[in-house]
């Protein structure tokens, strides 16, 4: 039980140059009929058999990853406040071997973290050689909140000439160079945004408030920031349209359905690992001989009284 390719394809964004405009997408769409529901089950039901499916096959497309010790995945999650980054990282990645499976979640940068480029921090997290990278916000925060707000681009004390109104298109240049190199040097990119419509946000912030046990993850900042919904809306139309290269594309989910959305990048991120065709390793024939003598020597030996 997979969510077939022809589902996945629509969700990818074209290379650079493209316009992207986020109001053509629908937040709540549930890729009918894969999640369609049938008579003995509910959409919610069958998206979370369909994530359970992916889940076991990442499990085993890991292992093959770690063997195989040629490769290295860097999964990206951005969104609006409440989009579900979070629940993605928690739902979708629990079936993988934490001890090759790093998250980070990235905050308001430290002292240190401005004395440096932009990108200086994340390079300090990406995953080695078989492992897996998830960032819970990412370098793209820096054309994003940063271009929301500009005043943050203050405690970057930038020279003259780094600043000014080209800042954008040269950072947006920066990340796709960034990535290159990556890719290049064997890091798989998945970027995912997370589609959330306001209203759909509305609620998960009502919800917050209304349940005791859910009251910890809201922030009064959430709400002020609502207050710039069209400008983050239009930060990342442009992000999106200049950033989702061949070699690290954007996948824009629709999130307003939770489960429907974890399926749907748990789907993706088997999609993207499995095209790489990893085996385990084959053992050489000198290898083959040690293999046999070892075998050998543990037949031989008499079990323990």
Known sequence: MTVKPRLLAPLCIAPPGRRVRLKTRDPADVLAPEFVASP??????????????SREKLGKVQELLWAS?????????????????????KHVMSGMNPSACEAHAFKEPTAEELSHNFLWRYWQRLP??????????????????????????????????????????????????FE??????????????????????????????????????????DVSEREHWNDYARAYEAMLGATSTREAPWYVIPADHKHVAR??????????IEALGLRYPAVSAAGERLLAAARRRLRARAPPR
Request: net charge positive; aromatic share 8%; charged share 30%.
């Open 69 to 89: 010790d040629a490769y290295s995945v860097l999964v990206v999650f951005q969104g609006m406040d409440t989009a579900g980054k979070d629940g993605m990282v």
């Open 263 to 272: 399926a749907v990048v748990a789907a993706i991120l088997c999609e993207r």
């Open 40 to 53: 003995g089950a509910t959409t919610k039901q069958r998206a979370v058999q369909l994530l359970e499916a």
């Open 180 to 221: 290159r190199h990556l890719t290049r040097s064997g890091t798989v990119i998945v970027k995912f945004f997370l589609h959330l419509s306001r209203t759909e946000q509305k609620n998960r912030l009502l919800a917050r408030l209304d349940d005791p046990r859910k009251r910890w993850k809201f922030s009064p900042a």
């Open 128 to 177: 080695g050689r078989g492992r897996i990278g998830i960032f819970n916000r990412s370098y793209y925060e820096d054309v994003l909140i940063a271009r929301v707000h500009p005043k943050l681009l203050d405690a970057e004390r930038l020279p003259p000439r780094a600043a000014g109104a080209a800042i954008w298109q040269r950072r947006f240049e920066d990340i796709n160079a």
